[in-house]
């Protein structure tokens, strides 16, 4: 598992808990901006895991 895998994983997470208190509290600005982390981490996650396939095939 690489850096990018945790790291995005992370972001998903910090992301998905502004969001909600975004929600909670009607503050629209912080909901968006805990979205976009959200997502952001989400791509990042990706990017790890497709490392990880790659690094995978070439030790076959």
Known sequence: MNDN???GTKHEVKGAVK??????T????????GNLEKNAGKVQ??????????DNDLDD
């Open 45 to 54: 996650k990706n990017v790890g895991q497709a490392q990880d396939e790659i």
């Open 19 to 24: 969001e909600g208190v975004g929600k909670l």
């Open 5 to 7: 895998r945790i790291e």
């Open 26 to 33: 009607g503050n629209t600005s912080k909901e968006v901006a």
